[in-house]
């Protein structure tokens, strides 16, 4: 974290993954992944939200893994508990 730039310098994508491995476990850390955030909205974006949907997230899931290549092969009983399992989860105060 010493190191850690607020501006760093070039692709902000490739600092990530950089600070990523400079914190993983070798022998534990399997992969790793960044979310690019920045996109054109701002301020409230609570009009772009929208309810889950069981559809909407197998829909992601199985677009997800289908085109992902080292997890074309996961099971078709795996994707569907990946599937359901937001379902299952439920918001506390």
Known sequence: MDAFEKKPKGDGVSFAFDALKKASFEEWTRWTIVYDLATAGEGDIGKALEDYSYE?????????????????????SVLEILSSYPATLRCTE
């Open 56 to 76: 909407k997230n197998k829909a992601l899931v199985m677009k997800s893994f289908t085109t992902t290549e080292f997890l074309k092969a996961t099971p078709a």
